[in-house]
């Protein structure tokens, strides 16, 4: 991940808050259940002492929230980013457990992260930092209660760390079953490398057969040309769609008569930036956004769609592979306009289905071909998709409520049927 930063002025939690305020509204959901889902069941903070290069000791500040897990173990991410909180942990930890809830995985929400700053840290340093951290949360996670994964700023790397000295420390037997996003040599699986963009562009094609739009002659901008962006970007491609317009953190590039992904990808491996793009037009990030387009792919950063530019956007579909692009008040804005935006706890949940998949494959000690995890994925994309756009029909209200309306009636299902106890 590269230059994410969240936007300060909004706390994430008392918009997780609201949202489920307004779901539990809609559907009369009893007071106690209500309290239950609003506050995580538990959030650590741990203090991480690591030996720096310089031979000095540094103290970072962990976290790990576990927000609900009436459905089955608590999965979610790990985040290394100089902006982590406590309260974004929480709150994205609530989104994980909707986001598991909608793909329907058995899996409840939580979500990790060290403040610090990655980039300015040597390999050795992230190595004990990790290291320290997966001592400290040890006793929290495991296999069967608590499976992390990568998120801003980690990848199969730091995964790999942890899942080392996790099983060095508990019984010191391999168990690659703790925690998704592992390299494939270790265990990880097929296809989750793409498995975010794709799942996105199954609930495109299930939006575009709804809506009745032919993906031959649609057009596409998209927003980040990062993990997410590019995999969203050449799947939709794929259906037959134009991309003419892509960004990165240094801009974005125009051409009405397409862009080739693929071409793209080799120049900005090269280059570094996609800026510079033989035969098209420079444009900023705000002129990609408010691009002329069918589907707009927001795949960067949070908060970008608001309410100062909302009423420019100009695209039918808005699918959301990244976490939060857009605010509650741009939301409001766009479902007037009639634009259909698929809410990134649908768009993106593909990531999250193939990490399932992942250790599903871990725990039965087999491996899948690519085939039968897209396919797999398929089928679940397409499921979820159904039932958000069926609730969103039922209840009149946008796919983000309809979303969050269904994950909340599934998990207090579950809640209600296990019931209290002690
Ligand atoms: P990434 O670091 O691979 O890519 C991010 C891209 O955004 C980069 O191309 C970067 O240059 C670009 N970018 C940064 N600042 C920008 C700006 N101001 N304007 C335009 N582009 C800018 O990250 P990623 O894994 O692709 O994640 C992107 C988003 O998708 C995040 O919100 C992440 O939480 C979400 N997401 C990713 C996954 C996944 O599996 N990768 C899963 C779920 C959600």
């Known amino acids: 991940m590269s230059e994410l930063s969240a936007n300060k002025t909004i706390n994430p939690f008392e918009v997780a808050l609201k949202q489920l305020e307004e779901s539990s509204k809609l559907i009369d959901l009893d007071e106690g259940i209500h309290k239950i889902l609003a506050h995580p069941k538990r959030v650590l903070t741990v203090s991480i002492p690591v030996r720096m290069d310089n031979n000095k000791i540094h103290v970072f500040t962990g976290f790990r929230s576990q927000h609900n897990d009436a459905r089955g173990p608590f999965k979610g991410g790990i985040r290394y980013h100089p902006q982590v909180s406590v309260e974004e942990v929480k709150a994205l930890s609530m989104w994980m457990?909707?986001?598991?809830?909608i793909a329907d995985i058995p899996y409840g929400g939580g979500k990790g992260g060290i403040i610090c700053n990655p980039k300015e840290m040597s390999e050795g340093e992230l190595e004990r930092m990790t290291r320290r951290y997966a001592y400290s949360i040890s006793d929290i996670i495991g296999p069967h209660t608590d499976i992390p994964a990568p998120d801003v700023y980690t990848g199969g790397k730091e995964m790999s760390w942890i899942m080392d000295t996790y099983s060095a420390l508990k019984g010191n037997f391999v168990q690659p079953e703790l925690i998704t996003g592992k390299p494939i040599a270790i265990g990880g699986s097929l296809g989750r490398n793409e498995a975010t963009?794709?799942?996105?562009?199954?609930?495109?094609?299930?939006?575009?057969?709804?809506?009745?739009?032919?993906?031959?002659?649609?057009?596409?901008?998209?927003?980040?040309?990062?993990?997410?962006?590019?995999f969203a970007a050449q799947l939709v491609e794929e259906q037959g769609a134009k991309i003419?317009?892509?960004?990165?953190?240094?801009g974005g590039i125009y051409n009405k008569n397409g862009l080739q992904i693929g071409s793209l990808r080799k120049y900005k491996e090269k280059n570094g930036f996609l800026d510079g793009y033989p035969g098209a037009k420079s444009i900023s990030n705000e002129e990609?956004?408010?691009?002329?387009?069918?589907?707009?792919?927001?795949?960067?950063?949070?908060?970008?769609?608001?309410?100062?530019?909302?009423?420019?956007?100009?695209?039918?579909?808005?699918?959301e592979a990244a976490n939060g692009p857009t605010t509650p008040e741009a939301d409001e804005i766009l479902y007037k306009k009639e634009i259909l935006v698929i809410p990134d706890v649908l768009a993106n949940g593909g990531g999250v289905t193939v990490s399932y998949f992942e250790w599903l494959q871990n725990l039965r000690r087999e491996?899948?071909?690519?085939?039968?995890?897209?396919?797999?994925?398929?089928?679940?994309?397409?499921?979820?998709?159904?039932?958000?756009?069926?609730?969103h029909e039922k209840y009149r209200v946008n796919m983000r409520k309809a979303s969050i309306l269904l994950a909340v009636l599934r998990v207090s299902e579950a809640i209600k049927i296990r019931g209290l106890w002690p």
């Open 197 to 230: 963009g794709r799942g996105l562009s199954f609930t495109v094609r299930e939006a575009a057969n709804r809506l009745k739009i032919n993906m031959k002659t649609s057009t596409v901008a998209v927003q980040g040309f990062g993990n997410a962006g590019q």
């Open 367 to 391: 491996y899948w071909t690519e085939d039968d995890v897209n396919e797999r994925l398929d089928r679940n994309i397409t499921k979820a998709f159904a039932d958000v756009y069926q609730t």
């Open 288 to 319: 990609l956004l408010e691009t002329d387009c069918t589907l707009l792919i927001p795949a960067a950063l949070e908060s970008q769609i608001t309410k100062k530019n909302a009423e420019k956007i100009n695209a039918k579909v808005i699918a």
């Open 97 to 101: 457990t909707w986001k598991c809830a």
């Open 244 to 250: 003419i317009a892509a960004s990165d953190s240094k």
